[in-house]
């Protein structure tokens, strides 16, 4: 198994990416983009591409915010992320830019590329499917739903799986039937998944509450949406 | 593969029942009833019992309404599931008397059992779990979520899984929310597929829109909440 940085770039800036993939398959595969929380790329979105490798996908863990800057403080976090959120034609790039170089890699099949993501970075693959990115497929773990360029109809490519903790305080109702009203309109391929007595975070296994009780890990959850993810895959990506 | 009708009996009524299971598998299996649409016990509902006997449960077709009786007519049906469903002890105990017969037969685990619905028969599925009766899990595909009688807070033993089309014009968003409500006070352990792009009966094959346009097969959907379940059922029945 290859795990290792990979540098890209957006808009000047120098990205540090992680690239997993198992060098004993032979073959162009799929490729996955994995957008990581706000606090940037870390260990819980590296351990995620690491899985997705095992699978025999060839996964990129994309970098937010460049030069692999993480954070630990939540303000800290929630200020560089917003800034990076205002303009969503930006927010946009820096995904794209890790999709350009999934796609440009020898490994890669990239007739069959997906995007997912945990909360800023679930709102990552939305934004991208939103933007009628060749994917064929996206999906958010406890992503925001909100967008400021909603799905125009006809234009979104990519298959989308949500899978929404139902008691995420950061993701209230009104923003989940926002999402189903807009996706409808826009006749895109969607799926929702709810889980009851689920939070922000479900698939975070560091998330013990500590930092807000509606931030916390969720083992059924978890395991029940990577579930979900894995047979999605097997479906868009089948030839 | 065995597949029989089976007699069983609710308050006076004789019900046809029809039973699959894999005759050359040796010891106790857990059981899954599968209520049917309020059409009755018909083709549809034994297909998906007999699917389940090739996954290796006993799966017991119930017979909603006594001497295996169904309908074509969609007023007819309405009317006579109406009727049913009008006193929620007696709709329950139809129910409960599905679930008695199959824990009753030899080669069902007593400790390992399910029911699942379609259309009303998933009402029926929620009405047991909510009823607290003894099951690991409930599925309802296409079923209606309101009920007369909420579940009561600590009182649902069975984990739930809510197949649910996302455009169903029978059960409009008002009861999705409901439901949510209602399950998330109940404290249950419960999580909700909605599809996109889908309406009522979205399993039926024979749903071809004709009756109403809100009423009709989709096939993705279909293979996506038929493999959800199977998913499920590999988690709740593990021992």
């Known amino acids: 198994m290859t795990a290792e940085t990979i540098a890209y770039s957006d808009a000047g800036v120098t990205l540090k990416g992680f690239l997993a993939y198992d060098d004993k398959l032979k073959g162009k595969r799929p490729g996955v983009l994995v957008?990581?929380?706000?606090?940037?790329?870390?260990?819980?979105?590296?351990?995620?591409?690491?899985?997705?490798?095992?699978?025999?996908?060839?996964?990129?863990?994309?970098?937010?915010?460049?030069?692999?800057?993480?954070?630990?403080?939540?303000?800290?976090?929630i200020k560089v992320a917003g800034a990076l959120m205002a303009d969503p034609a930006k927010f946009r790039a820096r995904a794209r830019a890790g999709i350009d170089k999934l796609a440009s890699l020898p490994q890669v099949d990239s007739s069959r590329l997906?995007?997912?993501?945990?909360?800023?970075g679930g709102t990552f693959a939305l934004e991208l499917a939103r933007d009628g990115a060749p994917l064929r497929g996206v999906v958010s773990f406890h992503g925001g739903l909100q967008t400021q360029r909603p799905a125009v109809a006809g234009q979104v490519k990519a298959k989308i799986l949500v899978c929404h903790g139902s008691d995420d305080p950061l993701i209230p109702i009104a923003q989940v039937t926002g999402f189903i009203d807009e996706m409808t309109k826009a006749r895109a391929d969607w799926e929702m998944i709810s889980y009851g007595n689920t939070v922000h975070s479900f698939t975070n296994p560091d998330a013990d509450g500590t930092m807000m009780p509606g931030i916390k890990f969720n083992a059924q959850s978890d395991a029940r949406s990577w579930l979900a993810m894995k047979n999605f895959f097997e479906e868009i990506f089948a030839k």
Chains 1, 2 share one sequence.
């Open 35 to 77: 957008m990581p929380e706000a606090f940037g790329l870390g260990k819980n979105a590296k351990a995620r591409a690491q899985r997705l490798a095992e699978l025999g996908y060839v996964a990129l863990g994309g970098d937010p915010f460049g030069d692999g800057r993480e954070f630990t403080d939540l303000q800290e976090a």
């Open 114 to 120: 997906a995007a997912i993501g945990y909360c800023m």
